[in-house]
């Protein structure tokens, strides 16, 4: 069985969908209920509350670790998310990072990543990370300022940036 995080999101919907038409046994991870494919095990679950996840990591293979909004602030304790993985019998962790952790290191949210990136590495565990580019998703955030006063603003205005 696969654990997927934040799986009713951009990157977490779409993937869950890609398992569960490979075959995978799927149970996917999100605060609030959502439809999710046919065969797949929802679980309301909060990262931030990692004693919570035991029940949800039991028998699991893997996990697809993804943080969102508060989950990146400095205070928050993710690593602990590793270490209940590990104890609850996983054996591989995808931990969905960012281009930034490289880019912008001493950003807050970077050093909060980077130290979550360090313990999955120790972790013991097969593990792999990801550190995308910025989403094509977050011109959405542009919404309300091109609806109200038709403009786009970004730091880099002439700059071609790819995106995901
Ligand atoms: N946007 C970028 O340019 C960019 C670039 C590089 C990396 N990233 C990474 O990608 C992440 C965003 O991915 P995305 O666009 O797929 O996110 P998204 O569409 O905002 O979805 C977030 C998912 O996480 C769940 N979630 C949020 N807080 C949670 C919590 N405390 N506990 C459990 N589940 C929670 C949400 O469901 P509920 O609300 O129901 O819980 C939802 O399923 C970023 O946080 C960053 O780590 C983004």
């Given amino acids: 069985m696969i654990v997927v995080t934040g799986a009713t999101g951009n ?32 679980v309301q679950a909060d990262l931030g509350r990692p004693q919570g996840l035991a029940a949800v990591l039991d028998g699991a293979k893997a996990l697809f670790l993804l943080l969102s909004g508060d989950l990146h602030a400095p205070e928050a304790r993710p690593a602990d998310l590793i270490d209940l993985a590990a104890a609850s019998g ?43 580019g910025g989403f094509a998703s977050n011109a959405f955030a542009w919404a309300e300022s091109v609806r109200t006063q038709g403009v786009v603003a970004a730091p880099f205005g002439d700059i071609g940036v790819p995106v995901v």
């Fill in 90 to 132: 996983v054996r591989r962790v995808v931990l969905l990072s960012s281009q930034g952790v490289a880019t912008r290191p001493l950003g807050p949210t970077r050093i909060a990543m980077r130290a979550l990136e360090d313990a999955v590495r120790k972790s013991g565990l097969d593990w792999a990370v990801l550190r995308p």
């Fill in 11 to 42: 990157v977490g919907r779409t993937l869950t969908q890609a398992l569960a038409e490979a075959g995978e046994q799927v149970t996917a991870v999100s605060r609030h209920t959502a439809a999710v494919p046919s065969g797949v095990r929802h």
